[in-house]
């Protein structure tokens, strides 16, 4: 089962600044995800980035706002640009990997808390 | 599309009561269906989850059984402990995709 870390765990921002979020995994994993989880909402998914490819965006969210980078099979990185208030969540890094259940079974990293001011 | 409607919270509950959260879904063909925890202060965590009708996930004495008649996945434990407090998600997987779609979170407190 993969272990997922991000940075910054938290971080307090300007509006009209950017902030790109690190995550590392534990192993190599082929599918990655980042997820918005705003104030007392659930979870959304904000698209999915495949290693050698584009990141695949979901409604409503675009590249120019949430560029995705993922140049290995461990890592990737979600830039929020040009904050605004609308923006302060919890962003959470996500992977697909093989369980102690014995399929593959999504694990989420801990999140990076985002304030926009 | 698919979606996941669960139990509107908070839900407070005294130590030791018997826990029901209700889920159902709307998907086409046949989804997994999931349980998270999310612990104050944690990370998201999968509970349990199951794959197919009529089958039970169970954890940390947590069970949900996945009903195709009713497109329910409702989330029962026998005795809860104040350990338990934490928010939790019904989710769902279409067999066709990765992506998992999350209902709103249930809140749940236990008090001693």
């Known amino acids: 089962s993969a272990v997922i870390s991000q940075k910054p765990s938290r971080d307090i921002c300007q509006r009209g600044t950017s902030l790109t979020i690190q995550c590392q995994v534990d192993?190599?994993?082929?599918?990655m995800f980042w997820y918005r989880q705003q104030p007392g909402q659930s979870l959304t998914l904000i698209a999915t980035a495949n290693q050698g490819s584009e990141a695949t965006y979901e409604s409503g969210f675009v590249i120019d706002k949430f560029p995705i980078s993922r140049p290995n099979l461990t890592f990737s990185t979600l830039t929020v640009s040009n904050m605004s208030p609308e923006d302060s969540s919890i962003y959470l890094c996500?992977?697909?990997?093989?369980?102690?259940?014995?399929?593959?079974?999504?694990?989420f990293g801990p999140g990076t808390r985002l304030t926009v001011t | 599309g698919n979606s996941v409607t669960q139990m509107e919270g908070p839900v407070t509950l005294s130590e030791e009561a018997f826990l029901t959260i209700n889920c159902t879904y709307t998907?086409?063909?046949?989804?997994?269906l999931f349980w998270y925890v999310q612990y104050p202060g944690e990370g998201l965590q999968l509970l349990l989850k199951a794959t197919k009708a009529d089958d039970k996930g169970s954890n940390k004495g947590f069970e949900a059984t996945y009903r195709k008649e009713t497109t329910s996945f409702h989330l029962e434990k026998g005795s809860v402990q104040v350990s338990d407090s934490a928010v939790y998600f019904c989710?769902?997987?279409?067999?066709?995709?990765?992506?998992?779609?999350f209902g709103s979170g249930t809140r749940l407190s236990i008090r001693p």
């Open positions: 996500s992977v697909e990997d093989w369980g102690l259940r014995g399929t593959y079974e999504q694990y």
């Open positions: 989710a769902l997987k279409d067999s066709s995709a990765s992506k998992i779609i």
């Open positions: 998907a086409t063909g046949y989804p997994s």
């Open positions: 192993s190599q994993v082929t599918m």
